[in-house]
Protein backbone atom coordinates (compact mmCIF):
# COMPACT_ATOMS: atom_id res chain seq x y z
CA UNK A 1 0.00 0.00 0.00
CA UNK A 2 1.55 3.10 -1.02
CA UNK A 3 1.37 6.33 1.36
CA UNK A 4 2.20 9.45 0.46
CA UNK A 5 2.06 12.48 3.48
CA UNK A 6 2.12 15.86 2.83
CA UNK A 7 2.93 18.73 5.33
CA UNK A 8 3.45 22.53 5.02
CA UNK A 9 -0.07 23.77 3.86
CA UNK A 10 -1.57 27.50 5.56
CA UNK A 11 -2.74 30.69 5.34
CA UNK A 12 -0.78 33.81 3.89
CA UNK A 13 -1.03 36.85 2.40
CA UNK A 14 -0.79 37.50 -1.48
CA UNK A 15 2.47 37.64 -2.53
CA UNK A 16 3.85 35.15 0.54
CA UNK A 17 5.44 32.08 -0.52
CA UNK A 18 4.79 28.47 0.96
CA UNK A 19 6.38 25.13 0.56
CA UNK A 20 4.61 21.80 0.36
CA UNK A 21 6.44 18.47 1.02
CA UNK A 22 5.43 14.99 0.15
CA UNK A 23 6.86 11.95 1.37
CA UNK A 24 6.05 8.42 -0.70
CA UNK A 25 6.73 4.98 0.78
CA UNK A 26 8.40 4.49 -2.75
CA UNK A 27 9.40 5.60 -5.69
CA UNK A 28 6.98 6.98 -8.22
CA UNK A 29 6.63 9.73 -10.83
CA UNK A 30 5.02 12.33 -8.41
CA UNK A 31 3.26 15.43 -8.37
CA UNK A 32 0.52 17.97 -6.84
CA UNK A 33 -2.93 18.82 -7.75
CA UNK A 34 -5.07 21.14 -6.21
CA UNK A 35 -8.97 21.60 -5.71
CA UNK A 36 -10.83 24.66 -5.08
CA UNK A 37 -14.83 24.99 -3.82
CA UNK A 38 -16.86 23.96 -6.66
CA UNK A 39 -14.40 23.40 -8.96
CA UNK A 40 -12.56 20.06 -10.51
CA UNK A 41 -9.52 18.91 -9.08
CA UNK A 42 -6.51 20.43 -11.35
CA UNK A 43 -3.33 19.60 -12.11
CA UNK A 44 -0.24 21.70 -10.90
CA UNK A 45 3.09 20.17 -11.10
CA UNK A 46 4.59 16.79 -11.23
CA UNK A 47 8.20 15.82 -11.90
CA UNK A 48 9.53 12.45 -13.42
CA UNK A 49 10.96 10.04 -10.56
CA UNK A 50 14.46 11.15 -11.81
CA UNK A 51 13.74 14.55 -10.65
CA UNK A 52 15.12 16.18 -14.10
CA UNK A 53 11.90 16.89 -15.73
CA UNK A 54 9.42 19.21 -14.23
CA UNK A 55 5.81 19.82 -15.64
CA UNK A 56 3.68 22.88 -14.59
CA UNK A 57 -0.07 24.07 -15.51
CA UNK A 58 0.42 27.77 -17.21
CA UNK A 59 -1.50 29.48 -13.81
CA UNK A 60 1.52 28.77 -11.98
CA UNK A 61 4.42 28.24 -14.72
CA UNK A 62 7.18 30.80 -13.23
CA UNK A 63 5.94 31.16 -9.49
CA UNK A 64 5.66 27.15 -8.49
CA UNK A 65 8.85 24.93 -8.54
CA UNK A 66 8.34 21.43 -8.14
CA UNK A 67 11.66 19.20 -6.49
CA UNK A 68 12.38 15.93 -5.32
CA UNK A 69 15.05 14.12 -3.49
CA UNK A 70 15.31 10.47 -4.01
CA UNK A 71 17.03 9.32 -1.25
CA UNK A 72 14.11 10.41 1.17
CA UNK A 73 11.56 9.62 -1.42
CA UNK A 74 9.96 13.10 -0.99
CA UNK A 75 8.93 15.84 -3.52
CA UNK A 76 8.43 19.38 -2.74
CA UNK A 77 6.52 22.00 -3.82
CA UNK A 78 7.66 25.71 -3.18
CA UNK A 79 5.04 28.33 -4.28
CA UNK A 80 5.98 31.92 -4.57
CA UNK A 81 4.18 34.88 -5.25
CA UNK A 82 0.98 33.62 -4.55
CA UNK A 83 -2.62 34.84 -5.04
CA UNK A 84 -5.63 34.63 -3.44
CA UNK A 85 -6.73 32.35 -6.67
CA UNK A 86 -4.03 29.73 -5.77
CA UNK A 87 -5.99 29.10 -2.65
CA UNK A 88 -7.00 25.43 -2.60
CA UNK A 89 -6.51 21.97 -0.85
CA UNK A 90 -3.46 20.73 -2.47
CA UNK A 91 -3.41 16.97 -3.12
CA UNK A 92 0.10 15.11 -3.32
CA UNK A 93 -0.49 12.58 -6.41
CA UNK A 94 1.51 9.78 -7.54
CA UNK A 95 1.70 7.29 -10.22
CA UNK A 96 4.03 4.30 -11.08
CA UNK A 97 4.71 5.37 -14.36
CA UNK A 98 4.70 9.00 -16.24
CA UNK A 99 3.03 12.13 -14.84
CA UNK A 100 3.00 15.05 -17.03
CA UNK A 101 0.95 18.15 -17.18
CA UNK A 102 -1.54 16.44 -19.51
CA UNK A 103 -2.12 13.97 -16.44
CA UNK A 104 -6.24 13.67 -15.12
CA UNK A 105 -6.92 13.21 -11.94
CA UNK A 106 -8.67 10.43 -12.74
CA UNK A 107 -5.50 8.95 -14.18
CA UNK A 108 -4.07 9.21 -10.82
CA UNK A 109 -3.03 6.12 -9.00
CA UNK A 110 -2.62 6.95 -5.48
CA UNK A 111 -3.22 10.41 -3.44
CA UNK A 112 -2.16 12.38 -0.36
CA UNK A 113 -4.64 13.36 2.20
CA UNK A 114 -4.66 16.79 1.29
CA UNK A 115 -3.24 20.43 2.69
CA UNK A 116 -4.91 23.59 2.73
CA UNK A 117 -3.43 26.30 1.02
CA UNK A 118 -5.39 29.55 1.73
CA UNK A 119 -4.23 32.86 0.20
CA UNK A 120 -5.57 36.24 1.53
CA UNK A 121 -5.75 39.18 -0.94
Known amino acids: QVQLVESGGGLVQAGDSLRLSCAAS????MGWFRQAPGKEREFVAAVDWSGAIPYYSDSVKDRFTISRDNAKNTVYLQMNSLKPEDTAVYYC??????????????????WGQGTQVTVSS
Open 26 to 29: GRYA
Open 93 to 110: AAVPRRMSATTTASEVDY
